[in-house]
């Protein structure tokens, strides 16, 4: 044994610091840290994610300008002056105008907003029937999951651009049809992993407590699933956004989308695709304008995964 | 003679999201040549981080090891470099990891995997390091070697799966073998041959081993020294005699007494409250907020090692010269002398005849979990169901709660029906305590709506305040702070965890209580108090148990009657004391002697009944008796299915021969 022993060299210490206190019990059960909620305690993790904060404040800025944009001149975005079409930026008109002379800084704003109008519906779609879907898929099980999954796998099979063609052949392209073409597909990927968490869930012990208590499906699955899948269902929505902006842009870049006079993110780019040598400032805005988005809204969502998802954690 | 491992001032910390977690703190060790030294601490005492320390795996993105040095046969295992430190873990230190399901690659052939370190170490062709598998796999009693190296682990059982562990841990005859928690997820017949296994091969090969483990029965069975953690502190250490004999630290008398052996009687000696935050380590003795003894020094100045003897040595100014003395089994006796009050229990409350739970598997087989139980619990008893995993008990629970629907048979409740449209008035009367106190409670939700769950769903208070009011007193219940009803479970320790989960099946104030293996995740000193505070409500609100567990001794203590399952059926049951002192069943014999008891002396010289083999699987049990395959005595007349007889007053048994 050559370990050093400590109490050879006695130190005497005073009698009363030998006296038997006894255990403190309310500290060994004290909870010290403050209160902090699963929201909370993301939010404090996502705070640390620069990316994602420089994410946020873009995209936060983007959405403010779309509404507050059109109205800051006095140009409407399908009036027209054919006096002054394709005129360079200037004081009268900020970013210049298009081939009808229309104010490009009321158009690029009144087309972002289009364009965020239309992402909104297709995260609302996500919610609603995507995760109903899943939800109801998993809870059921069995049978009925197997054909709900079946159904699903169909969707996913048939190219999208293909049911968009084939919905301009009776409806007019606009809003309408792309919100329609989103129906039909762009809640998959939403069903899928709703259904995942819940499948996991199900199982789980604290919602056999809530059966064993007499909960109501209703209230298991509200109260219990929900609230245990919404950190994921945040996630997704956040890469559906991007992904619906692109698609929209995309559509309407190819002339399936919305028309003219309308404006969008898409139509802009279609329009300043076509004067692109002369006047490229009227493409590089509205592509400035969705890169901007489309990085920022996947920064967030990295950043959102990060903070919650339990299984980044570090 | 020189050790064999020396570890002298470890410290080892991890970088957190919360802070830094000073895991290990300060700990020096030694391991001498043919010695098994256990480690036992509670989760999160810092074992499984000294032996990963030892093995060089701790996560290199966030751990750190702060100062210390360990010396593996005079070589600093800290200073090596990744090649050198590879080639010890080939060839000189091996580990066995706890859980046998993992520690296996699904998709390689066991053989191949055993000898996958020996082949590049030891240079063998192929035939050779077929006969190495075929030669560890005799080593570890696996019969027909020469098939079993070409099977894949999905067709082992997991008995079967940590004796293939060894094997591969054997493989390149290591000096020093690292077993963390290597029994803890086996059933008790399973744990005693593998104990037995490695105790053998300690013999034959004359290596040294490491156990760690928080079973203080294992302990003793196994180890020639203790070393006894707490928070990140080895706080008593020592031959094992002397650390179970002559313990000298207070948190070792507090696990020791802690533990029920199979006569405890009265009130169940508990360490109150939880482990301390390693983040931020108390000054001071860490043990002092939990032990009765402390003294006032102990909440100013960490107490420095102590010898008792040569070998024997504590961390504790209990030791000092200037300190009192306590005599610790005098507390212990006083705890005995409570007397129990005996209910009559007259009353059927439940009546459970024939029940029968079958599963359709996808493979179109039927997995009969159940397969015809009878019992009756009586009004304010407690009924304990053992028996090993897989063997039903669980699912049993379930049926009765109305968890599964049953598939044949029937229950009564007071004498009514249960069934599908009467279930939800049950829930109310009947309620159910959960296993994992990690995966119980909704991470979402605060404590207070956790409890107040079942009050929401039958309406059971008014307002707002009403329900605060009886959510605040549930807490104090169970030993609860009032200001922990605003808290999430994440910032609770699993004991914690485990009385919210009392607490929310006390709030719809229920008069049966199934409480599915309430304490078998939780700490030694965690048990205890769970256990009481169990035993103390129920004396209070006149509640009826049914405490499902594979933990006899737990078992044996709080229930008035045991029942033991084997495979779906029920072989045995009795009162408690009766089965414990006359078990006429082979399996509950078996069983019964399995049970590791926290004193060496008992366990280096007891027989024990080792059951050969593994449990059948429930989805082609064999004919007639269920247990003859495995049975000492089993006869030809055993093919006969086994009537369920009463065989003395209120002793019943299935067997032939009892």
């Given amino acids: 044994m050559q370990q050093t022993n400590q109490s050879e060299k006695q130190v005497v210490f005073p009698e009363e610091m030998f006296k038997v206190v006894g255990r403190k019990e309310e500290e060994s059960e004290k909870i010290s840290k403050p209160v902090l909620s699963n929201w909370q305690d993301g939010w404090l993790r996502l705070k640390k994610n620069k990316a994602a904060i420089v994410g946020l404040f873009i995209i936060l800025t983007i959405v403010l300008l779309s509404f507050v944009g059109p109205y800051v001149n006095e140009y409407a975005y399908d009036e027209a002056h054919y006096d002054k079409v394709y005129s360079q930026p200037n004081n009268e008109h900020w970013l210049g105008t298009d081939k009808f002379g229309r104010d490009q800084w009321t158009r690029l704003w009144e087309g972002t907003k289009v364009s965020l109008y239309i992402a909104v519906l297709a995260a609302l779609l996500d919610i609603l029937i995507g995760i109903t879907y899943g939800a109801v898929s998993a809870w059921k099980g069995g049978k009925v999951d197997n054909i709900m999954q079946r159904i699903i796998e169909i969707l996913v099979g048939i190219p999208n651009l293909i049911i968009i063609i084939l919905l301009i052949m009776i409806m007019k392209p606009g809003i309408i049809t792309i919100m329609l073409a989103m129906v039909i597909t762009g809640w998959v990927n939403m069903a899928r992993l709703v259904r995942g968490q819940v499948y996991k869930l199900k199982t789980q012990e604290y919602v056999l407590a809530s059966r064993a208590l007499g909960a109501s499906t209703s209230r298991i699955i509200l109260g219990h699933m929900l609230p245990n899948t919404l950190g994921i269902i945040i996630i997704n929505l956040m890469f559906t956004i991007p992904s619906a902006i692109f698609t929209e842009a995309f559509l309407s870049f190819i002339g399936l989308g919305l028309q003219e006079p309308l404006a969008s993110l898409g139509v802009l780019i279609n329009d300043g695709f076509h004067s692109m040598r002369n006047q490229f400032y009227l493409l590089a805005y509205p592509a400035i304008v969705i890169v901007a988005l489309m990085v920022s809204f996947n920064m967030l969502a990295d950043g959102l995964r990060d903070a919650f998802d339990p299984k980044m954690r570090k | ?658």
């Fill in chain 2, 1 to 658: 003679m020189k050790p064999l491992l020396s570890i002298r001032n470890l410290h080892v910390s991890f970088n957190t999201y919360a802070g830094k977690v000073h895991a290990v703190r300060g700990i020096d060790l030694t391991v001498e040549k043919g010695e098994t030294l256990a480690i036992v601490g509670e989760s999160g005492s810092g074992k499984s981080v000294t032996s990963k320390a030892i093995m060089g795996l701790l996560p290199k993105q966030n751990a750190l090891v702060e100062q210390g040095e360990i010396l593996y046969e005079g070589r600093d295992l800290l200073s090596l470099n990744k090649k050198e430190m590879i080639k010890i873990r080939r060839s000189e230190i091996a580990v066995i990891f706890q859980d046998p399901m993992t520690a296996l690659n699904p998709t390689m052939k066991v053989g191949k995997q055993v000898v996958e370190g020996a082949i590049g170490h030891q240079k063998l062709n192929k035939k050779e390091a077929n006969n190495l598998a075929m030669d560890l796999f005799d080593m570890v009693g696996i019969p027909n070697p020469e098939i079993r190296i070409h099977q894949y682990p999905h067709e082992f059982s997991g008995g079967m799966r940590q004796r293939v562990v060894i094997a591969m841990a054997l493989a390149n005859k290591p000096k020093l073998l690292i077993a963390d928690e290597p029994t803890t997820a086996l059933d008790v017949t399973i744990q005693a041959q593998i104990l037995d296994l490695l105790r053998d091969i300690q013999q034959k090969t004359g290596t040294s081993i490491i156990f760690i483990t928080h079973d203080l029965g294992v302990v003793a069975n196994i180890a020639d020294a203790v070393a006894v953690m707490y928070a990140g502190q080895i706080v008593e250490k020592g031959k094992v005699e002397e650390v179970f004999h002559e313990p000298v630290h207070p948190y070792n008398w507090g696990l020791l007494n802690s533990m029920p052996n199979m006569e405890t009687k009265g009130k169940l000696y508990s360490i109150p409250g939880s482990p301390p935050d390693l983040i931020h380590p108390p000054k001071g003795d860490a043990f002092a907020p939990r032990n009765e003894f402390a003294l006032a020094i102990d909440y100013k100045q960490a107490p420095p090692t102590f010898h008792v003897s040569e070998t024997h040595s504590a961390k504790t100014w209990l030791l000092h010269p200037q300190a009192p003395k306590i005599n610790y089994k005098k507390v212990k006796g006083d705890l005995e002398t409570e007397l129990e009050v005996k209910l009559n229990h007259n009353d059927v409350l439940l009546k459970v005849s024939n029940l029968k739970k079958h599963f359709k598997l996808p493979s179109k087989q039927i997995l009969k979990a159940v397969d015809g139980i009878s019992l009756e619990i009586k009004k304010g008893e407690t009924l304990g169901l053992v028996g090993e995993s897989g063997c039903g008990k669980s699912t049993t629970g379930r049926t009765l709660i109305g968890l599964y629907e049953p598939t044949e048979g029937e229950i009564l409740y007071n004498k009514v029906p249960l069934n599908e449209t009467s279930k939800k008035e049950f829930s109310q009367k009947i309620q159910m305590i959960f296993q994992d106190p990690y995966a119980s409670l909704d991470p979402r939700k605060k404590v207070e709506d956790i409890i107040a769950e079942g009050l929401d769903i039958h309406r059971l208070v008014k307002d707002k305040q009403e329900r605060q009011k009886k959510v605040q007193t549930l807490l104090d219940a169970v030993g609860l702070q009032s200001d922990h009803a605003q808290r999430f479970p994440h910032e609770f320790s699993g004991g914690q965890r485990q009385r919210i989960g009392i607490a929310r099946a006390l709030a719809v104030e229920p008069e049966l209580i199934i409480a599915d293996e309430p304490i078998s995740a939780l700490d030694v000193s965690i048990q205890a108090q769970v256990v009481n505070l169990l035993k103390k409500l129920q004396k209070d609100r006149n509640l009826t148990y049914l405490f499902i567990a594979h933990d006899l001794s737990m078992v044996k203590y709080i229930s008035d009657r045991i029942g033991v399952m084997y495979l779906g059926a029920m072989v045995e049951m009795a009162s408690s004391d009766d089965l414990y002192k006359n078990p006429l069943h082979p399996y509950t014999q078996a069983l019964l002697s399995a049970v590791p008891v926290p004193d060496p002396v008992v366990e280096k010289t007891r027989e024990r009944i080792i059951l050969e083999g593994n449990l059948p699987s429930p989805v082609n049990p064999p004919q007639g008796c269920q247990f003859r395959t495995r049975c000492p005595f089993a006869t030809e007349k055993c093919a006969e299915i086994p009537q369920w007889r009463e065989v003395e007053k209120d002793h019943w048994v299935a067997c032939h021969y009892a």
